[in-house]
C-alpha cells in the first residue's frame, strides 16, 4: 500500500509541476497553450462566420462551458485523473505481474514506421471511442452522465468539452486495454490528442464550411505531419503539403463529410426530436464519421442548421456546474430506455 500511496504522491506534484511550466513556457508541445489558441480560432469563427447568425456571440451558457474547458482539460487531471491514470496503471501491471507478465502487448505497433504507427493509433482509439459514445446513450446509468454535454442548448466550439469527468474514467477504461495490446506509448502522442481537441471545436462550432475546405485543411495537415518525418529540403514541404491539399481538398473534397464529423453532422446528434427508428441516439462520430455510415447509424435530414437541442425535460435539468456535476449520481434512472419510450409515444 506504501508504495500506491507514494505514486498518488509524486503523481500530484508531477503533473501540478507539468501544468505550471506548460502555463509559463509556451512551446509547440504546451497542450495548455494549444487548447488556447485553437478556442480563441473556432470563436473567431464564430465571430465571423456564424451559421445561426440569430444566436448571440455570448451564447446561452458560453461561461459554463468555457470553464468545462479549463475544469475538465485541466483542473480534473491535477485533482483526480492523473494520479488515478498512473495509480491504475501500476495496479494493472501488478496484477498481470502475479502471472508471470511484464506487458500485455500482443502487436509491436511501434517497431513500424512512425506515420503507420499514428494511424494505427489514431484509427484503433477513434473508433473505440464511437463504441463508447453509443454505449453512453444506450447503459441508462451512463446516460445519465451523458445528459451533461446534451443539456447544451445553444451550440458553440467549447459546448465540447461540457462533460461530466465521469466520461473520462469510462472512455479511458474501454481505452486502455487496446492501447496496453498495441503497445503504445501515450506520451508518444500529443499531436493526435491536439488535433482530436480541433476537431471536437470543430464538430460544435456554430459555423458551417464547405467540405472541400475542410478535406483541404485536412489534407494541409497530413501534408506537415508527413513533411516533419521525411522532407530534408524546403521544396519537399511544400511538395508535401501541396499534396495532401490536392488528395484531400479537391480529389477527395466532396466525400469529406463521409469521411470526417462535421458541425453539420454532430449538430443532429444533439437534436432534441429523435427519430423512432433511432431510439438511442444517431451520429456517435467523435472525429471521423465513416463509422456512423459503415454501421447505418448516420442520420442528416438537413444541413440549415436549424435543430432543437437538448432532451425531454430539459427544464428540470440542473443549470449550474456543481448541481450538473452530482445529478448523474443522484438520478439512477434507465435514463435512454425511458427517453426511448417517451418519444415512441404516438
Given amino acids: 500500500m506504501e508504495k500506491y500511496f507514494k505514486i498518488i504522491s509524486q503523481s500530484y506534484q508531477s503533473y501540478a509541476g507539468y501544468l505550471w511550466q506548460d502555463i509559463l513556457h509556451p512551446s509547440w508541445n504546451s497542450f495548455f497553450w494549444w487548447t488556447i489558441a485553437l478556442s480563441v480560432f473556432f470563436f473567431g469563427l464564430e465571430i465571423f462566420r456564424p451559421w445561426r447568425r440569430e444566436q448571440a456571440i455570448i451564447r446561452k451558457d458560453f461561461w459554463l462551458d468555457l470553464f468545462y474547458v479549463f475544469f475538465n482539460f485541466f483542473l480534473f487531471s491535477l485533482i483526480v485523473w492523473y494520479a488515478g491514470q498512473q495509480l491504475l496503471t501500476q495496479i494493472f501491471d501488478d496484477f498481470i505481474g502475479l502471472f508471470g507478465m511484464d506487458n500485455i502487448v500482443a502487436v509491436q505497433v511501434h517497431k513500424l514506421p512512425v506515420w503507420a504507427y499514428f494511424l494505427i493509433l489514431f484509427l484503433v482509439g477513434d473508433f473505440v471511442s464511437w463504441n463508447v459514445h453509443r454505449i453512453l446513450h444506450r447503459v441508462g446509468w451512463m446516460w445519465e452522465f451523458h445528459k451533461v454535454h446534451h443539456s447544451v442548448e445553444q451550440m458553440g466550439f467549447a459546448a465540447h468539452v461540457r462533460y461530466h469527468w465521469m466520461e473520462n474514467l469510462i472512455y479511458w477504461t474501454f481505452r486502455f486495454l487496446p492501447f496496453a495490446i498495441l503497445g503504445a506509448d501515450m506520451s508518444q502522442i500529443f499531436a493526435i490528442h491536439v488535433f482530436n481537441v480541433a ?148
Fill in 199 to 346: 476537431s471536437g471545436h470543430f464538430n460544435h462550432v456554430n459555423c458551417t464550411v464547405n467540405p472541400r475546405v475542410t478535406g483541404s485543411v485536412f489534407g494541409a495537415l497530413i501534408g506537415l505531419g508527413l513533411a516533419s518525418l521525411y522532407a530534408s529540403e524546403w521544396w519537399m514541404w511544400i511538395l508535401m503539403v501541396a499534396g495532401g491539399v490536392l488528395v484531400f481538398g479537391l480529389i477527395l473534397g466532396k466525400y469529406m463529410r463521409y469521411i470526417l464529423n462535421s458541425p453539420e453532422m454532430h449538430l443532429w446528434h444533439h437534436a432534441w426530436d429523435i427519430p423512432k427508428d433511432r431510439p438511442n441516439g444517431m451520429n456517435f462520430g467523435i472525429t471521423l464519421a465513416i463509422w456512423d455510415y459503415i454501421f447505418g447509424t448516420a442520420v442528416v435530414p438537413r444541413i440549415d442548421g436549424e435543430v432543437r437541442l437538448g432532451f425531454d425535460h430539459l427544464e428540470e435539468f440542473p443549470k449550474g456546474f456543481l448541481g450538473q456535476e452530482i445529478y448523474g449520481f443522484s438520478h439512477p434512472k434507465t435514463g435512454a430506455q425511458l427517453k426511448a419510450q417517451e418519444i415512441s409515444k404516438p
